[in-house]
Every structure is written in structure tokens, then in C-alpha cells.
């Protein structure tokens, strides 16, 4: 059997991060969400704070229309195609949660997998963002709104998917209604 | 604090009905599903035959433009006006199972509700239907989309909402991947 693998897509400030922490701490096992940053960093050769900014949504059209190499690839391509790796061989490695950065879409093909999606309404996001973040209480939701708009057109650039679109997760649970820790249990108890 | 009421939406086939009965039983709760029919059909005066053909989907555009009474209420709106009654009476009887019949978009402002929405994949629904309700194997698929698409209209139609979209759902659940009694235990456990 291959390794078991969680990966938890979500809504910018509905706890999915924290969630995925959770439930792999109650599970023993690793949770990767900042840490891809640096493999993906190493493995694509840019900047660990290009990645960063880049490594889940669309900032400017820019990014993919400019800067091709020799072979037409941008460096969108470059760092989706780096992160496909190191996404690939973490699944290879050992059973873990990994979250965000399109690995439902990379590890869809994956035999042992349980596709989590992490959704809250706008009123429950913006609290969250504005509290645990400590971002700006003017206009949380504008924020919100834009970082929907660039994690669904990155996701749509390379999956060719709707970005949460109910099909594509075993299971999607709605975070400000349920609250992060019984998430979290639910995540553990499917594993 | 009002009674505790479970709403289940579902693609046809994905074994919903069986989940929010499994839950229920777990739950020492009644389900409403079947029963629902000869309740609507006392509140309307329609027959039962007709509100269990016509209570979920849109068979024909015919049933909608035609047949207005007097105040120029079709009997597709009288259907959902009963419906609706029904529903919002029994839960404020007591604490439920209530499958279909929009009653996630019903009870929608109900302060004590958890709304389920199960869903599978095409061949899972196909296989589905063909083992548990005998229906004919042949092109099972076909049969699954004409059901989709009924009922996705008549939702849209009397809701403005779209159907099976995740942020009208607290948990929502691919049954073909998780199995129907693990969603039951889930939906239970979230009570």
C-alpha cells in the first residue's frame, strides 16, 4: 500500500492551515505547508521569497506573460512544475498532510489518498484574519475577495479545474460553522 | 434552543436517502423522506402520486407555465408552498432527519441546523443505481444526468441558489469514496 496522504485545500482565512497542523499532530504524522516553500525554492532555483509570493496564486498576469526562457516556459511554469516535484516525492517518502499549492490536483492520480476542502463564510473569514493574522480591520473582506479571485485563477491556470468545486474532495467542511478542532477530528477520523 | 434539524441534499444515486436514515437510527431521530410525500400531498390536496413525481425535479416546463389558478400560482409554486409549510412544521415539532426536497434552502434561517450535501462520482451513482434500485443497466449515465439536471433546475428555480454549491453546506461528503456508513457515522457524530 502507498503512503497515505491528506491533502487540505482552502479558503484564505477559513483555519485550513491550522487544521491540517491539527489533525497531523493527532495523527504522528507531518504536515507540510511553509516548509514546501523552501523545497520548492531549492528545487526550482528562485528565491525562497519568490515562492513564497507566488507559490499559490495569480499576482499580476505579468508573471506568466513575461519572463519565458529558451523553451517558452515561464517562471510560473518553472515553480509549478517544481512544486509538482517536490510535492510528488514528499508523497513518495512518507504518509502526510500537505497543504494547499493545487497537491489535490498533483496527487489526484494517487491510490491512498482523502482530498479535504476548507471553506467559511465571508463574515467568519474575515474575523479570523483580522484576529489571528492581525491584518488590517478596514475592508477585510475587499482582501478576502482578491485572494479568492488570485488562488481560483491560479488553480484554474494549472488544474484546468474549478477551484472548489464540490467534486473534486472526499470531502469539504465548512470551518466557521463547525469550528477548527472538530474539522481537524473529522480529518483525523477519515485517515 | 430549538429543536436539532439535519438536512441531507443529494445527487441522485449517491446514497443519501440511506445516510440520513443510517444517521437518524444512530441518532434514536426520525427521518423524513418518503413520509414527507403523503404530507405534502394532504397540505396541497394534490394527489400523492403527482407530489412524489414532481416534489424534487422539474419533469416538464408544462408543469410550470401551465395550470395557474386564479391568483396565477402554478401548481409547481402550490407544490413548494405545501412543501414548504410541511417542513418548517416538523421542525419545530422535533429534532430530524430531513432529506431533499430543498430543505437545506427551507430551513435556511433555522438556528440549530446542519446542512449535509453527499455526493459520488458517475460510475459510483451508475453502479449504484443499477445493484440497489434494479434500474436497467442500460446507459445508467445518461439516466443519472437527466436526474441531475431536473434537479438542479427545480432547486435553481425555487432557491436562486445553485445547486450542490459547497457554501451552502456545512459537510459535504463523496460517499463513493468514503462509503455510505462512514458518512453516516460522520453526519451523526456531527449532531
Known amino acids: 500500500m502507498s503512503n497515505r496522504i491528506i491533502t487540505i485545500s482552502r479558503e484564505f482565512g477559513s483555519g485550513g492551515r491550522t487544521i491540517g497542523r491539527l489533525a497531523a499532530q493527532k495523527l504522528g504524522i507531518a504536515c507540510y505547508d511553509q516548509e514546501l516553500i523552501d523545497k520548492i525554492a531549492q528545487e526550482s532555483g528562485l ?6 509570493a507566488h507559490a499559490e496564486d495569480v499576482r499580476s498576469w505579468m508573471d506568466f506573460v ?9 517562471v510560473g511554469d518553472k515553480l509549478f512544475s517544481a512544486q509538482t516535484k517536490v ?18 490536483y498533483i496527487l489526484g492520480d494517487w491510490d491512498n489518498l482523502l482530498t479535504v476542502f476548507i ?4 463574515e467568519k473569514r474575515a474575523e479570523r484574519i483580522v484576529n489571528q493574522y492581525g491584518e ?10 482578491e485572494k ?8 484554474q ?26 474539522c481537524a ?3 483525523a477520523s477519515l485517515y
Chains 1, 2 share one sequence.
Not at 136 to 145: E, F, G, M, N, Y
Open 47 to 52: 528565491f525562497k521569497e519568490y515562492v513564497a
Open 119 to 122: 471553506h467559511a463564510s465571508m
Open 66 to 74: 513575461s519572463s519565458h526562457d529558451y523553451y517558452g516556459h515561464s
Open 185 to 187: 477530528e473529522i480529518v
Open 136 to 145: 488590517s480591520a478596514q475592508d477585510p473582506v475587499s482582501r478576502l475577495k
Open 148 to 155: 479568492d479571485r488570485k488562488r481560483r485563477a491560479y488553480y
Open 157 to 182: 491556470m494549472y488544474t484546468d479545474r474549478r477551484w472548489g468545486a464540490m467534486e473534486n474532495y472526499h470531502v469539504a467542511l465548512d470551518s466557521g460553522a463547525l469550528g477548527i478542532e472538530r
Open 87 to 104: 510535492i510528488r516525492e514528499l508523497a513518495e517518502q512518507e504518509s502526510c498532510v500537505i497543504v494547499g499549492r493545487c497537491s489535490d
